[in-house]
């Protein structure tokens, strides 16, 4: 009984004072916020490289109209499989990006038409998009066969990796390095990790060919890709309470937002009606993701070459 009691007391008490924190200290720590990272690769914009690239991609502007990067202007690309995924996982790195003034790009690989709902969820991803700060221009829907939305479907390594590296090239997507007190922040690509946050295949399938990009040699100098970390089920639905996990744990990039940029964040998730359902609702209110991201930089595998 004592031991019960001492439980939900502690229990308790963490509970009212990460709240107590959060919401007291949560002009502050904008600044706070950005822990980050240890220096990975040497810094280093990929110049400019206007590729041709049409097919199937959807709603994105032509190479043309694309403007050369200026000099300090920052680049991020967000590779994720379904209209939804920007917003309910990856919010709270778009916002801090946004309000960085870096320019944010989308690739989501699927139109989400596991339901036959694709035309109304590119809709749903545009408005969602908007919501966070990413212009519509910016956005590119692929629509391709080989493509679908389902986790049943084994998503083609090569085709992924051409088509990221394809972006990569056209957006000119660099490293963004900022030196603070606490050390640099780097990022460049930003996607699922190895267990999909989810376990979902498509967003699995998404890491392995970036991770191949990587370990192949073949980003441009500088180009740096993020995976976002997945985490246990207890962790992932206890809101706040799993900040100060996330704060202490060691991650290469690291995003956490206010109650305000939350606001934004649940507004973006409200864009995707076709997939409010009740455990939305509850998504929304209780997942960790909706307040912070932490992400591992994938590292290029450099294989013991002897030559005699
Ligand atoms: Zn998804």
């Known amino acids: 009984m004592f031991v019960f009691v001492t439980i939900i ?26 822990k980050i990272s240890t220096p990975l690769n040497t810094v280093g914009n990929a110049s400019f490289c206007p590729t ?17 990067v200026t000099a300090g202007e920052t680049r991020a690309l967000l590779v994720t499989a379904h209209p939804d995924d920007e917003c309910m996982f990856f919010a709270p790195t778009v ?13 989501c690989l699927s139109t989400g038409n596991y339901s036959n709902q694709g035309l109304q969820r590119k ?3 545009l408005d969602s998009c908007a919501v966070l700060g990413i212009p519509s221009d910016h ?3 692929i629509d391709d066969k080989e493509l679908p939305d389902d986790p049943a479907v084994q998503w083609s390594t090569a085709l992924i990796s051409s088509l990221t ?9 660099s490293v963004w390095e900022e030196r603070m007190q606490t050390g640099k922040k780097k ?14 295949a498509n967003h699995i399938a998404i890491y392995v060919a970036l991770r191949h990009l990587a370990s192949a040699g073949r980003l441009p100098e500088g180009c740096q890709i993020l995976s976002l970390h997945s985490i246990s089920l207890l962790r992932k639905y206890v809101s706040v309470l799993e900040l100060p996990v996330s704060w202490l ?21 409200l864009c995707h009606r076709s997939q409010l359902l009740w455990f939305r609702q509850l998504y929304i209110l209780f997942s960790r993701y909706m307040l912070v991201n932490t992400f591992q930089a994938i590292t290029v595998e450099t294989k013991n070459v002897k030559i005699y």
């Open 9 to 34: 007391f502690v229990f308790v008490a963490y509970t009212i004072s990460i709240k107590f924190v959060y919401y007291r200290y949560s002009q502050v720590w904008p600044h706070l916020r950005n």
């Open 52 to 68: 041709r690239e049409r097919s199937s991609a959807l709603l994105r502007n032509s190479e043309e109209d694309e403007p050369r």
């Open 95 to 107: 916002l801090k990006l946004v309000e960085s003034q870096a320019t944010v790009y989308l690739l």
């Open 123 to 125: 809709r749903e991803l």
């Open 139 to 141: 956005v590119t829907i």
């Open 165 to 173: 590296l394809k972006h990569i090239r056209n957006y000119s997507i």
């Open 187 to 200: 990022v460049g690509v930003l996607t699922f990790d190895g267990s999909g946050v989810s376990g979902h």
């Open 249 to 269: 744990l060691p991650s290469d990039f690291c995003c956490i937002i206010g109650w305000e940029e939350y606001k934004h964040a649940k507004k973006a998730m």
